[in-house]
């Protein structure tokens, strides 16, 4: 039996079951000796993707409390959409700072039970779980850290890892931690067979000797091992990548790595063709012998502040190229309140709020199971479209479209591959098979010949930018219950089928008009007419209730004046274009540097001077400056038909003393053309003609993270730079050799 075909009896079960159960306690997953996580079952590769979820802890926990959410409840609602996704992978770094005293003994307390009723839940939908039990966080974001009086409020991040009364207390709450029983499982976590792996802590900070370092990992690694662990155990290599060789050499089985491709906290949502910073997972430690032929995972991922929803898809896709098998999302927003997206604001992902990056995640998911370790499809842009996946940036769309599978995040007029075999549709828009005029998420899953189940989740309403500075108290999208037409085109069904609602308090009642009818949020039973099929409330659809429905009310005033960015408008009739311009501090400039600390920015305006965007450098010899990206697409929106008429880019920037710079100009399609000049001491305008630019790698901005992986990227293919596509322009300043402060006054296009 091939890996895929074992992933997906995991997942989706197309016949009426309870949910199954693994009852063996062995471990479910080995390592071979090449590295490669295999099923102990029929010794196929393992793969596990799915998100980490918060909620039993710090400001997940606070804020359902605040807002009197039942906490049980809460997380049923969220677990049950996460199985609706189809996911089967959960990690959280456990936050240590709420569940141990100052010398590490385990508090038994409600975060604790929390947790493992989370887990328990978790496992009712057959959802593995892979436990990082030290956070060494304080539990305040985005509020004031408490003090709770644990080990990490007395020796902090830094000091956890080298501090010798802080490895004691470690290794104590390591020790009472994992022999510490589930009271809803009545197993401890290495005897319950849904926990599948462990990572020591989350994101440590290392300094001092190398061999202090590695003494930490084995000392910590050993005291789980004595509480009778014998699953795999993972460490975090990326964090602190100088002390990569230190970290291999360790007793640790596996290696965790993290992705931050679009950076963090932009503080608005980020625009264009982003395809380019997801291409291709970085990993420089491939040169350490002990790195080799171990298993990779991924602890945290996410494409920050992006909202369109082809990204998800490109890292499962990368992840896998670089032999990851567990690869988990941050964070899964709670239902209760990703109404404000108040957790962490530069993440967002909720089923009923984001429906199109849910199903985004559901085909990552798909794609991370299909694929082998380290299979490759190559770079960008031949890797947008791959076995059954189509990512389109422009069309802010992902679709996957296999024998059995099809799923789209904005609607698709592909043909199913083979609609007679289809057995699951998942979407948001319309498609070959279903036209639905809402904006929500439907769910369609086979469960026999002639007869489906239907989920359909309410509309939803962007209120403002999500990924500003929230308040629970300030909605950023809302629901909305409304009635669409649906209409379905599916053999099996024909054009005469029944739909009756399943799950409770529905009244709705559908009339049929040939395969069209009007729909309310809920679930469903279509059938072909003349089958008598007969729903029973304890029958499952793998391992969803038949009956099953979860969404939030609609709660908020749509009458609200939509907040956002209001692109500046352009006068295509000028001789000149503005494209940036000192007063730009809006989202659609990204500025950087390698060092903020030494090379910062600032926007300036004097009644003497020009509005400018100032630049620090001190030379620190790592041989590049500072420098920005102006996203200019919504700006060139009105005059996109004759853009081939501005034959110059004028630029006005001085520097306190002379320096060089490169003029970088990228298209929708990431091909980019640039050339270089001088920043003279005088601020005279400097003009370069667009026919004078040669093809180039440009950066990607804003910086990914962690820091190893590539800053620029060049088409392999040298596609060819198409001015009436242009998206962004980037200034990066290149003179390392002297302290300088350099001021951009204005970017334009001159006919």
Known sequence: MKIKKAILALLFVPLLTTAQQTTDTKNEIYIDKKGILRLRADNNEASYFGVNYTLPFAYGYRSHKKLNIDLEGAIDNDVYHLARLGINAFRVHVWDTEIS????????????????????????????????????????????????????????????????????????????????????????????????????????????????????????????????????????????????????????????????PTGLVAGHEQQGNLLPHVDRYHIPFDTIPAFKNKPR????????????????????????????????????????????????????????????????????SRIFHHMRAYQDYGSYPGNSSFSGVKLTPAAGAAEMNTEKEYYYTNGSTAKPLNVKALQHIAGVGSSAVLKYVGNGAYFLDKIKEGVWRLEVMPDVKILADPFGKNELSKPVTTTVWNHQEMQVALPDLGDFFTVNALNKGNKHEVKVNRNKFTIAPGTYLLQRKGLMFKAEASMKVGVLGLEEFVAPEQEYNLNKVAAGEIPRVSKAANAELLLFSGTDKDGNVVVYSPNWD????????????????????????????????????????????????????TLQIEGQKQTSAKVILVDQHASAVSATFKVEADGSSIDVPINSLKPDAFMLLPRPYPGFQELYFSRPDKGKFNMQNLEKIQVLLQGDDQENEVRIMNIKLVR
């Not at 997206?341 to 199109?356: D, G």
């Open 101 to 260: 005293d100052s010398l590490g003994n385990l508090k038994d307390n409600e975060h604790l039970r929390l947790f493992d009723y989370l887990i328990a839940k978790l496992e009712e939908r057959n959802i593995r779980v892979l436990i990082t039990p030290i956070a060494f966080w304080g539990n305040g974001y985005p509020d004031q850290d408490e003090k709770t009086g644990s080990f990490v409020d007395v020796y902090g991040k830094a000091g956890s890892v080298v501090n010798e009364q802080a490895f004691v207390a470690q290794e104590r709450y390591l020790d009472q931690f994992f022999r510490h029983v589930n009271p809803y499982t009545k197993k401890s976590y290495g005897e319950d067979p849904f926990v599948i792996a462990a990572e020591i802590n989350n994101e440590p900070k290392h300094s001092g000797p190398k061999s202090r370092t590695t003494e930490y990992v084995n000392r910590m690694v050993k005291a789980v091992r004595k509480t009778g662990w014998s699953k795999p155990i993972f460490y975090n290599i990326s964090e602190s990548p100088t002390y990569a060789d230190a970290v291999a050499t360790s007793d640790a089985d596996g290696f965790s790595f993290q992705w931050y």
């Open 297 to 364: 995972m991924i602890y945290e991922f996410e494409s920050a502040d992006v909202l369109k929803p082809y990204m998800y898809p490109a890292m499962a896709r990368s992840f896998k190229t670089a032999g990851m098998q567990w690869a988990t999302q941050f964070a899964y927003d709670p239902m209760g309140t990703a109404y404000a997206n108040t957790e962490y604001q530069t993440h967002y992902l909720n089923i009923a709020y984001t429906p199109s990056k849910a199903i985004s995640l559901l085909i990552a």
């Open 598 to 649: 030494t090379d910062p920015y600032a926007f300036g305006e004097t009644a003497q001077e020009e509005a400018s965007l100032n630049l620090k450098h001190k030379p620190s010899g790592k041989g590049q400056t500072g420098g920005l990206q102006v996203f200019v697409k919504a700006l060139l929106r009105d005059t996109a038909s004759n853009l081939q008429e501005y034959k110059t880019l």
